[in-house]
Nanobody
């Protein structure tokens, strides 16, 4: 198990920006794909963005062009820069080790979800 701690959430007005961080510990994560999911009230958790170990990225259509995922393997940290935020981006954001299946991105193996970080975008 890799322990994951998300941070950087908060309350922001529509059009604003936030930068989320996810610090990993327990083992080196540099060889794993990492990414972000989010869960809005009353909705299922959904994929947001992923980054392969070599830096290739993948985004949900709803955030493409507004969000940027990056990673610093030396710091065992993955980031999510969120710009031009919309009220519909309001959710709890979670990071995790990810795998790409035929059905889409899923969390890796028996990794647990962390506590997440709340992002609230006001209109």
């Amino acid at each position: 198990q890799v322990q994951l701690v998300e941070s950087g959430g908060g309350l922001v007005q529509a059009g604003g920006s936030l930068r989320l961080s996810c610090a990993a510990s327990g083992r080196t994560f540099s060889s794993y794909a990492m990414g972000w999911f989010r869960q809005a009230p009353g909705k299922e958790r959904e994929f947001v963005a992923a980054i392969w170990s070599i830096g290739i990225t993948n985004y949900a259509n709803s955030v493409k062009g507004r969000f940027t995922i990056s990673r610093d393997n030396a710091k065992n940290t993955v980031y999510l820069q969120m710009n031009s935020l919309k009220p519909e981006d309001t959710a709890v954001y979670f990071c995790n080790l990810l795998e790409l299946r035929s059905t889409g991105w899923v969390k890796s193996g028996n990794q647990d979800w962390g506590q997440g970080t709340q992002v609230t975008v006001s209109s």
